[in-house]
């Protein structure tokens, strides 16, 4: 308990006005009357914390502290998510948020309700909510802090004051009481509800009666803001998630509670009610993926040693090396309630006490240092490996107070090769179970020592991550298989059914070269798989056409499968094809990768720009394999080698590669090669033609009956933009009027002014031309 809570203790017992009797009860189940049950009358304020901070009721306006809420999952959409440093709520004070009556007379009646998660409770107080601080004097009056709630470590708790006195001490009154939940576990949701009548306050959790304390003098008022998350001196913050924060101004009935707990349970069933199911599923096969639908999978930690991938019991299993371990962060699937099943194959490969599997809580610790657990499994092996045990030991919920209480171990006793025929390196088999606080071990599908019934039957929850291989300590060294988790009991008979399927499937070395790197668009049939029982080595061979087999694909857009086996490479990645018979599986990991179709720097330049009506020819291509890098040359007359024009208009290309410019503009070059493909651009550009300054001068000023010669053009060329002087005698440039009635033009150039006006001269020189517009004056 922390100074302010043992401050807080003191406080309630000196200025408690009326009676105060602390009467801790058992915790009551209610028996809801649906019929009477009411949720919604007098409900006044409601936060639903849907994304947002709105007020839905009255519209109370309500603002972010320091820092915006950041949003999860919760029961009802989503919940608010408090950092514990500096993210709260203020809602602004109004007649609403009083809740109180008058001084004079304590008719006051009102319910405080929300979802919370605690996650990990230190030993401090964190504040949910607070009514302004201590208000002290105000003109003539003096005002407490009406009401309260916060956390005492982990024990949600209630403060309520009426302390009131006007400065002509013609009325005060001094009423004041503190009460506290001990029923509170870190990490998991539950709903939190205060009542008060006037007379009594009382805590329920979830759909039970808590606690509850005589207290007859009702509350004060004050005009200051609600702190939400946080309290008036802004420096206790809370650190979890809330939910579904309502207030109302009258109190709840146990039917009503009733009705708010099963509104949360139809809201959100899993997080209060999961499914019993398999919650974790570790198959080790060449990773530390979950194979359930919950994907939790697990991260490879180490500062030394080594993770490896062999045969094991089933498929592949995982060796761990000294200094190696993963961790599994935080999932609620692992919080389990009050049953659970783990099993897995083991074999140490090291003496001494080892674990296998440690599930941090850091919720009950003092500091961040702490190193507490919820349940914990440990291997131990001694006299040269010939003896063997392992055994589990986990916290249970102690009801009468808000700490957990460490519950004795179990083990498998002494497994010796004497007396069972076996070494710390063979594989094992173990499974613990726990319901009802009865705690059972089985070694090899049989049950072998029963740890007697407790008083105490709810494993404690943790906001911590599940370490295996590790504690924090001393690190696990030998090899593990087929970890599963659920979050419920097996029976003998399902234990049995674990500890047997201990077959796996092979499939022949050199098929599985052919799959591990696939071409895209090849295909590799799986004619057939071996069944092996691992006990006696005996493979059986089985058509993959045989019913009892089948094959899946993780992923279709790389690599697809028929119910024949014959598996398709359809694109680039990686896929596991699946293989499953009778119940057992074999996962081969494709790697799909193309051919990279090229073609020489030279060829890419000569094709980037090609003269419209000239013609560029591609003769080869490179191809360089996908998977060992080596680059083939292959002619384009080859007939997997074709070539395509995104737009004919612009450039054509013939089968063997003869790229001929059409028209100036652009498009695509695609060249394939099998499966394979690759583009480039084609520019199709024309030479320029022009003429200098003084030329142009002079065509604009030609007059009748007079004559002026183009000496010559310029022409620039439209791939090394290199200029040129042509002759207008050369024999390839000619030169055309629009209209000989306003001039005449030589074929070498010269012009002759016929009638005033203007008409066009068309310049050309090898394939392309440029019209000037020509001027005859008088």
Same mark, same amino acid.
């Given at each position: 308990?922390? !100074?302010?809570?043992?401050?807080?203790?003191?406080?309630?017992?000196?200025? &408690?006005?009326?009676?105060?009797?602390?009467?801790?009860?058992?915790?009551?189940?209610?028996? +809801?009357?649906?019929?009477?049950?009411?949720?919604?009358?007098?409900?006044?304020?409601?936060?639903?914390?849907?994304?947002?901070?709105?007020?839905?009721?009255?519209?109370?306006?309500?603002?972010?502290?320091?820092?915006?809420?950041?949003?999860?999952?919760?029961?009802?959409?989503?919940?608010?998510?408090?950092?514990?440093?500096?993210?709260?709520?203020?809602?602004?004070?109004?007649?609403?948020?009083?809740?109180?009556?008058?001084?004079?007379?304590?008719?006051?009646?009102?319910?405080?309700?929300?979802?919370?998660?605690?996650?990990?409770?230190?030993?401090?107080?964190?504040?949910?909510?607070?009514?302004?601080?201590?208000?002290?004097?105000?003109?003539?009056?003096?005002?407490?802090?009406?009401?309260?709630?916060?956390?005492?470590?982990?024990?949600?708790?209630?403060?309520?004051?009426?302390?009131?006195?006007?400065?002509?001490?013609?009325?005060?009154?001094?009423?004041?009481?503190?009460?506290?939940?001990?029923?509170?576990?870190?990490?998991?949701?539950?709903?939190?509800?205060?009542?008060?009548?006037? %007379?009594?306050?009382?805590?329920?959790?979830?759909?039970?009666?808590?606690?509850?304390?005589?207290?007859?003098?009702?509350?004060?008022?004050?005009?200051?803001?609600?702190?939400?998350?946080?309290?008036?001196?802004?420096?206790?913050?809370?650190?979890?998630?809330?939910?579904?924060?309502?207030?109302?101004?009258?109190?709840?009935?146990?039917?009503?509670?009733?009705?708010?707990?099963?509104?949360?349970?139809?809201?959100?069933?899993?997080?209060?009610?999961?499914?019993?199911?398999?919650?974790?599923?570790?198959?080790?096969?060449?990773? @530390?993926?979950?194979?359930?639908?919950?994907?939790?999978?697990?991260?490879?930690?180490?500062?030394?040693?080594?993770?490896? *991938?062999?045969?094991?019991?089933?498929?592949?299993?995982?060796?761990?090396?000294?200094?190696?371990?993963?961790?599994?962060?935080?999932?609620?699937?692992?919080?389990?309630?009050?049953? /659970?099943?783990?099993?897995?194959?083991?074999?140490?490969?090291?003496?001494?006490?080892?674990?296998?599997?440690?599930?941090?809580?850091?919720?009950?610790?003092?500091?961040?240092?702490?190193? /507490?657990?919820?349940?914990?499994?440990?291997?131990?092996?001694?006299?040269?490996?010939?003896?063997?045990? %392992?055994?589990?030991?986990?916290?249970?919920?102690?009801?009468?107070?808000?700490?957990?209480?460490?519950?004795?171990?179990?083990?498998?006793?002494? @497994?010796?090769?004497?007396?069972?025929?076996?070494?710390?390196?063979?594989?094992?088999?173990?499974?613990?179970?726990?319901?009802?606080?009865?705690?059972?071990?089985?070694?090899?599908?049989?049950?072998?020592?029963?740890?007697?019934?407790?008083?105490?039957?709810?494993?404690?929850?943790?906001?911590?991550?599940?370490?295996?291989?590790?504690?924090?300590?001393?690190?696990?060294?030998?090899?593990?298989?087929?970890?599963?988790? *659920?979050?419920?009991?097996?029976?003998?008979?399902?234990?049995?059914?674990?500890?047997?399927?201990?077959?796996?499937?092979?499939?022949?070395?050199?098929?599985?070269?052919? @799959?591990?790197?696939?071409?895209?668009?090849?295909?590799?049939?799986?004619?057939?798989?071996?069944?092996?029982?691992?006990?006696?080595?005996?493979?059986?061979?089985?058509?993959?056409?045989?019913?009892?087999?089948?094959?899946?694909?993780?992923?279709?857009?790389?690599?697809? $499968?028929?119910?024949?086996?014959?598996?398709?490479?359809?694109?680039?990645?990686?896929?596991?094809?699946?293989?499953?018979?009778?119940?057992?599986?074999?996962?081969?990991?494709?790697?799909?990768? &193309?051919?990279?179709?090229?073609?020489? %720097?030279?060829?890419?330049?000569?094709?980037?720009?090609?003269?419209?009506?000239?013609?560029?020819?591609?003769?080869?291509? #490179?191809?360089?394999?996908?998977?060992?890098?080596?680059?083939?040359?292959?002619?384009?007359?080859?007939?997997?080698?074709?070539?395509?024009?995104?737009?004919?208009?612009?450039?054509?290309?013939?089968?063997?590669?003869?790229?001929?410019?059409?028209?100036?503009?652009?498009?695509?070059?695609?060249?394939?090669?099998?499966?394979?493909?690759?583009?480039?651009?084609?520019? $199709?550009?024309?030479?320029?033609?022009?003429?200098?300054?003084?030329?142009?001068?002079?065509?604009?000023?030609?007059?009748?009956?007079?004559?002026?010669?183009?000496?010559?053009? #310029?022409? !620039?060329?439209?791939?090394?933009?290199?200029?040129?002087?042509?002759?207008?005698?050369?024999?390839?440039?000619?030169?055309? %009027?629009?209209?000989?009635?306003?001039?005449?033009?030589?074929?070498?150039?010269?012009?002759?002014?016929?009638? +005033?006006?203007?008409?066009?001269?068309?310049?050309?020189?090898?394939?392309?031309?440029?019209?000037?517009?020509?001027?005859?004056?008088?």
């Amino acid at each position: 308990m922390t !100074k302010k809570s043992l401050f807080k203790r003191g406080l309630a017992t000196v200025l &408690s006005g009326s009676l105060a009797l602390s009467l801790f009860v058992a915790p009551t189940p209610i028996t +809801a009357n649906a019929a009477t049950a009411d949720i919604t009358s007098n409900l006044v304020a409601h936060w639903k914390f849907d994304g947002n901070i709105t007020e839905t009721v009255g519209g109370i306006p309500t603002e972010y502290g320091a820092r915006a809420l950041t949003y999860a999952k919760g029961i009802h959409g989503q919940a608010a998510v408090f950092n514990g440093t500096d993210s709260y709520l203020i809602a602004d004070a109004c007649e609403t948020l009083d809740l109180g009556s008058t001084y004079t007379a304590n008719t006051d009646a009102f319910t405080i309700s929300m979802w919370l998660n605690m996650g990990d409770c230190k030993d401090t107080t964190k504040y949910l909510l607070q009514k302004g601080g201590d208000d002290g004097w105000k003109g003539d009056y003096y005002y407490s802090t009406p009401y309260e709630l916060y956390l005492n470590g982990a024990a949600p708790s209630v403060e309520l004051s009426n302390e009131y006195q006007d400065s002509s001490s013609e009325y005060s009154t001094s009423g004041h009481n503190y009460l506290s939940d001990k029923y509170a576990d870190g990490s998991e949701w539950f709903l939190y509800t205060l009542t008060y009548d006037g %007379s009594r306050i009382k805590i329920y959790h979830n759909n039970e009666l808590i606690n509850q304390l005589n207290y007859t003098d009702g509350i004060t008022k004050n005009d200051m803001d609600l702190y939400i998350g946080t309290n008036f001196d802004l420096d206790d913050y809370y650190k979890g998630m809330m939910d579904d924060l309502r207030m109302y101004t009258r109190t709840l009935s146990y039917d009503d509670v009733e009705a708010l707990y099963n509104a949360g349970v139809a809201a959100n069933k899993e997080a209060l009610n999961p499914t019993k199911q398999l919650v974790a599923y570790y198959k080790f096969d060449g990773n @530390l993926n979950d194979s359930t639908a919950f994907a939790n999978h697990g991260e490879e930690v180490s500062a030394t040693g080594t993770i490896n *991938y062999g045969w094991g019991k089933s498929g592949q299993a995982l060796t761990m090396g000294n200094g190696k371990y993963f961790e599994i962060p935080y999932a609620e699937q692992l919080n389990f309630g009050k049953e /659970y099943t783990i099993s897995f194959w083991v074999k140490q490969s090291l003496e001494g006490n080892r674990p296998i599997l440690y599930r941090q809580n850091p919720a009950y610790g003092q500091n961040d240092n702490d190193n /507490y657990y919820t349940y914990a499994i440990y291997a131990d092996s001694w006299s040269e490996g010939e003896c063997f045990s %392992s055994f589990a030991k986990q916290y249970l919920f102690d009801y009468s107070s808000w700490c957990p209480g460490e519950s004795s171990e179990i083990s498998t006793n002494t @497994l010796s090769t004497d007396s069972n025929g076996i070494l710390a390196s063979d594989w094992k088999h173990i499974a613990y179970t726990f319901n009802n606080g009865e705690l059972k071990c089985y070694f090899n599908g049989t049950l072998l020592t029963t740890e007697e019934a407790t008083e105490f039957t709810k494993i404690v929850n943790s906001a911590g991550s599940l370490l295996i291989g590790y504690d924090g300590d001393t690190f696990f060294q030998g090899s593990l298989d087929e970890l599963k988790i *659920y979050n419920r009991c097996l029976n003998i008979s399902e234990i049995r059914t674990e500890y047997n399927r201990i077959n796996a499937i092979t499939i022949d070395s050199a098929t599985i070269t052919k @799959l591990s790197k696939m071409k895209k668009g090849s295909s590799v049939t799986i004619a057939n798989i071996g069944f092996k029982n691992v006990n006696t080595g005996a493979v059986s061979n089985i058509a993959s056409s045989n019913s009892s087999v089948s094959f899946r694909t993780s992923n279709s857009a790389v690599a697809t $499968v028929t119910n024949n086996g014959v598996v398709k490479a359809v694109g680039n990645g990686t896929a596991t094809i699946t293989a499953v018979c009778n119940g057992i599986s074999k996962d081969i990991k494709i790697t799909v990768k &193309s051919d990279t179709v090229s073609i020489t %720097s030279a060829q890419v330049k000569s094709i980037s720009t090609v003269k419209k009506g000239k013609s560029v020819t591609i003769n080869s291509i #490179k191809v360089k394999d996908g998977f060992t890098g080596a680059t083939s040359t292959i002619k384009s007359s080859n007939s997997k080698v074709t070539f395509k024009s995104s737009n004919p208009k612009i450039f054509k290309v013939t089968n063997s590669g003869k790229i001929t410019g059409v028209k100036n503009g652009s498009a695509k070059l695609t060249i394939t090669y099998g499966a394979f493909s690759r583009v480039y651009n084609v520019n $199709v550009k024309s030479d320029t033609i022009s003429v200098t300054s003084a030329v142009s001068k002079k065509l604009k000023a030609i007059k009748v009956k007079k004559s002026y010669t183009i000496p010559s053009i #310029k022409v !620039k060329d439209a791939i090394t933009s290199k200029t040129s002087t042509i002759k207008s005698s050369n024999n390839k440039v000619t030169f055309t %009027s629009s209209n000989k009635k306003i001039f005449t033009v030589t074929a070498k150039g010269k012009i002759t002014g016929k009638k +005033a006006g203007s008409a066009t001269l068309t310049i050309k020189y090898n394939g392309f031309s440029k019209s000037i517009t020509v001027k005859i004056v008088k």
